[in-house]
């Protein structure tokens, strides 16, 4: 009580003095200030013929100054330098949200007029103009994505376990290092590598819906190794320890203990994977081209896929050019909802099949 | 005797011997390893294999007709030029994000931020394309004529400004949008592991936050954003549809990056020109293929390395 007493009297001095009480500005006034120079952004707009964008540009380049010399004054420099970097790191992230966001409405916008059952349910065999759909093309990159994951996910995990749980030295870093660079191969050049490989075995000019899977494979192994490496480090060592105490065999405690206990964290790896390549049009486009028709055998010549469909539908429309320019958009309208929906699966698989902790 | 022997004898062998199934899960395991290695020899031998009848071609045969080093030339110079506009445009935006999510969001929806960041590496290329003609490259076309108006002496802004937008700036800033999410990725991990007693030791000291993230976070995270812009810059020279649709390309070497006439890149002239070539066409398309797997193994692996040399001394230790 007694040192209370004596000590309330010595900040009030102080205040006093040369110190100046109100060094912040109150808690709501950047935002004024900011909202501010927008308004005399928009106000200069509109004087050189208003534009949407110019409002913007000018808006907010104006509200960050207007904060920054208010802030200036009021708080000092280092106060306003900080005011300074955080509206330029928040406009950064409004900048990124432009394309993302004007990307989804253009592809919502333009794709959903052939949203429609006929799309889902026609090819384009003998369609010329008006009508047709994707449905040669939705199969075709079910069936190669399928037959990449089933080559990808073997080796992946394989070599993901051999990274874990046996691997040493140099061999062990060298896979590292080059997965990680594997993860960086153009799409394009695995396309090309796939290409080269299927002519040297069988001859010129060779397009088969398998060599589509080999290229995917190329760039999915890279992204199953590292995910499903991540997942099998967290495994605890106890359950491992407490396998072998038991007299259970290396290969049967990976099989039986750790791989189950990671299951929902492979499950979202590989599901991502997938995701990453079922849009790849690049490869598909030097390996397994475009038909019309519908070809179900990824070993016997060329099939279609839903975005070389899309490309193609885009860049090479006939005659009746905004039926083409529609199925181009839809097309693409499906691929990003197939994209998306992996994603949430991966996102279920890990909420849903994870081990329980037991707490 | 021999009952007493016959308990003490497994323990002594299990050191040794391994069970047949540990032997083949082992072997199988190890040899994936051993596979992936082949396949990235297997993917440089064959597109040599294939390369070879161009690389020893007479030079009056190579499309073009004057040799393969003046047919790849200008396509690595647009694929460069394409690559570094990119870099340009994502990197400062990619660490302004990457400081946002972790330093100023609010914390209950940063995570929530960094998950619609990452959805831009998510959308396919083809849709970035299809994005790019459509919306971008109209949008992009008074920028352009500005451009040239008043930055018109600098060799890239020559002009005379495109009127389709189908330029390699455009290509550049939807690049650039496509490595934004790596870029910022890698960032956002480095920046969130700097130590919390540098950071909590700077604001003790009175410093603001931007002065704390200047001194504790930033220094602590250059290499990391160094490599991360690598990995950007190895994806970005690989991109292949989104410039395949959006550029006009075709020039020979010129660094105008606003006009209608640009030098295409490796990727994209692959992709338009490899569905018709027949003959010593797709070797020399495959030669200009074997570049580009070369240069960006190059600058993947300095990347790799960057991030592998910084985790040596990161973390606890």
Known sequence: MSIDTQSAPQPTRHA?????????????????????????????????G???????????????????????????????????????????????????????????????????????????????????????????????????????????????????????????????????????????????????????????????GVMGAVALSVL??????????????????????????????????????????????????????????????????????????????????????????????????????????DRAWTAALVLIILVMVLNVVARLISRFFAPKTGR | MTATKAPIEPPSQQRTVRRPGDRLFSGAAKGSGIFILLVLAGVAAFLISEALPALTAPSEEIPGGEGLASYVGPLILGTLLGAVIALLVATPLAVGIALYVTYYAPRRIAAGMGYVIDLLAAIPSVVYGFWGIAVLAPQLVPFHQWLTDTLGFLPFFAGPASTSGRTMLTVGIVLGVMILPIISAISREVFSQAPALHREAALALGATRWEMIRMAVLPYGKSGVIAGAMLGLGRALGETMAVAIILSGGAGATLNVISNSNPSTIASNIALSFPEATGLDVNTLIASGLALFLITLVVNMLARWIVNRRADFSGAN
């Open chain 1, 50 to 208: 208003f534009s949407v964008v110019t409002t913007v540009v000018y808006g907010v380049v104006l509200g960050t100054l207007a904060v920054y010399v208010v802030s200036r004054s009021v708080e000092g420099q280092r106060k306003a330098t900080d005011r300074l970097v955080t509206s330029l790191v928040t406009t950064a992230f409004a900048i990124a949200m432009v394309p993302l966001v004007s990307l989804v409405y253009t592809v919502l916008d333009n794709g959903l007029p052939r949203f429609d059952a006929a799309f889902f349910t026609n090819s384009m065999y003998r369609v010329v103009g008006e009508g047709g759909g994707a449905y040669h093309a939705i199969l075709g990159t079910v069936i190669i994505t399928a037959l990449a994951t089933v080559i990808s996910v073997p080796i992946g995990l394989l070599t993901a376990i051999y990274l874990v749980e046996y691997g040493t030295g140099r061999l062990k870093r060298a896979i590292t290092f080059f997965v990680d660079v594997m993860t960086g191969i153009p799409s394009i050049v695995a396309g090309l590598f796939s290409f080269a490989l299927f002519t040297l075995v069988f001859g010129n000019s060779v397009r088969l």
């Open chain 1, 220 to 325: 999915m192994i890279p992204v199953v190794v590292r995910s499903c490496e991540e997942v099998l480090k967290l495994v605890p060592n106890e359950l491992r320890e407490a396998s072998y105490a038991l007299g259970v065999p290396k290969w049967r405690t990976v099989v039986k203990v750790v791989l189950p206990t990671a299951v929902a964290g492979l499950g979202t790896g590989i599901t991502l994977a997938v995701a990453r390549v079922v849009g790849e049009t690049a490869p598909l486009l030097v390996t397994v081209g475009l038909i019309t028709g519908t070809n179900l055998n990824p070993f016997d010549g060329r099939m279609a896929t839903l975005p070389v469909f899309a490309y193609f539908q885009l860049t090479q429309p006939g005659t009746a050019t905004q039926a083409f320019l």
């Open chain 1, 16 to 48: 006093a003095g040369p110190v100046r009480t109100r060094r912040r500005l109150p808690r709501f006034a950047p935002l004024g200030v900011y909202l501010a120079g927008i308004a005399a952004g928009a106000a200069l707009s509109a004087l050189t």
